[in-house]
């Protein structure tokens, strides 16, 4: 690429998403695939979200809603904050490259873990901002202690994902309270809650019950997972009206869809769907981990619809002998080489990637 992409982009490594289904079944000439790859919700999307969706194919013509009005009126009501307190991204992702953008020049620090979710460290970079990835104990687990000692005087962003990805792992209720609490002023915090639908621990809170004790306090929110609206593209944050506007002046126009504006709004209203996934998901988690846990393996405890595993084997080699097999999980760079990560699915696919996998760690060539 010589000189075409600026020096510090090209010293990025760019974010590796899980691999399409279409693609594998076109690789492998077979009909059959099963991917527990990117931690989508397996039984999709409320019926009412689909049928919004119909409905909106009629004004496809029309620039969306730029401002995404009717979205934000319901989940301001849902959090029972005003509309000037939600932005909504393109994901949650777009929030997450934006906030880099909006609140650190270049040059100032911001804090992630490690391993974490890689989109803080790409948005970081892209922003020429420094950072510490703080490593997570055992590579595992947070230490509130930790990041709280990375903070320096130029800090402006602390990313958490809680729980986090690709760990499972969460920050308890009086350490996140603490984090909050002891963070300097000049930081703003980004609790980012992609999965907390599946937090079930007594001691795990969402972070919208501590916003009256921080002014500097971003929450990320998304569709893409509980809701299984991963294809349209629809996360929010939630924070002050001055870091909505702060984010609202560098937005692109447009960047929530017409789609995705109303099956969001459908799928946010049809509470009894969610909980029906979200139970059937918290099962399905405890009796995966399980059954890897009796195949000798080593499972983190989870607190999202995805379980790490340790296969004490180079993960790549397992990922790549199961893809052979039909399905799809990931991978994990260092220092999670042996680590399998796996989106907790329908039972039946949960049990054919049982079956495949003792099959795969039986093989001695792998
Ligand atoms: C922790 C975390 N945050 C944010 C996202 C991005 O989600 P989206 O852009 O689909 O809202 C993901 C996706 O995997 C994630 O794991």
Redesign the pocket.
């Known amino acids: 690429m010589s000189d075409l992409a600026a020096p510090h982009i090209l010293a990025l490594t760019a974010y590796e998403p899980g691999k399409p289904e279409d693609e594998l079944k076109r690789e492998l000439g077979i009909e059959s695939v099963v991917k527990l790859a990117?931690?989508e919700n397996p039984y999709g999307p409320s019926p009412k979200a689909i049928a919004a969706v119909s409905g909106a194919a009629l004004q496809l013509h029309r620039y969306p809603d730029p401002r995404g009005y009717e979205l934000r009126e319901a989940l301001a009501a849902h959090h029972s904050v005003p509309p000037e307190e939600v932005c909504l991204?393109?994901?949650?992702?777009?929030?997450?490259d934006l906030i880099c953008r909006v609140f650190a020049n270049r040059g100032e620090h911001a804090i992630f873990g490690h391993p974490?979710?890689p989109?803080y460290r790409i948005g970081s970079v892209a922003q020429e901002l420094r950072f510490t990835a703080v490593p997570l104990r055992e590579n595992l687990y947070w230490n509130v202690d930790d990041l709280l000692d990375a903070v320096r005087p130029d800090t402006k962003l602390l990313f958490v994902?809680n729980p986090?990805?690709?760990t499972g792992s969460y920050i308890a209720n009086e350490d996140l309270a603490r984090l909050l609490g002891s963070l300097p002023q000049h930081v703003l915090a980004v609790i980012?809650e992609?999965?907390f639908e599946y937090a079930d621990a007594s001691d795990f809170v969402p972070a919208t019950g501590l916003r009256h004790t921080r002014e500097r306090l971003a929450i990320?929110r998304?569709?893409?997972?509980a809701y299984g609206l991963?294809a349209l593209?629809?996360?929010y944050v939630l924070g002050s009206p001055e870091l909505v506007a702060g984010l609202n002046r560098l937005r692109a126009p447009f960047n929530v869809n017409t789609a995705g504006q109303v099956a969001a709004k459908a799928a946010l209203a049809d509470r009894a769907h969610l909980r029906s996934c979200v139970e059937a998901t918290i099962r399905d988690r405890t009796s995966l981990s399980e059954s890897l846990r009796a195949l000798g393996l080593d499972v983190t405890p989870s607190q999202a619809n995805f379980v790490l595993v340790d296969v004490r084997k180079p993960g790549r080699a397992i990922y790549e002998a199961l893809l052979l097999e039909g399905i799809i999980v990931r991978a994990m760079p260092e220092p999670l080489g042996s680590f399998i990560r796996v989106t907790v699915g329908r039972p039946e696919e949960n049990a054919r990637f049982l079956q495949s996998l003792e099959g795969v760690l039986r093989d001695s060539r792998v």
């Open positions: 990117s931690n991204g393109n994901g949650s992702n777009e929030l997450i974490s979710f989109c994902s986090n990805n690709p980012d992609a999965y990320l998304t569709f893409s997972k991963a593209r629809v996360g």
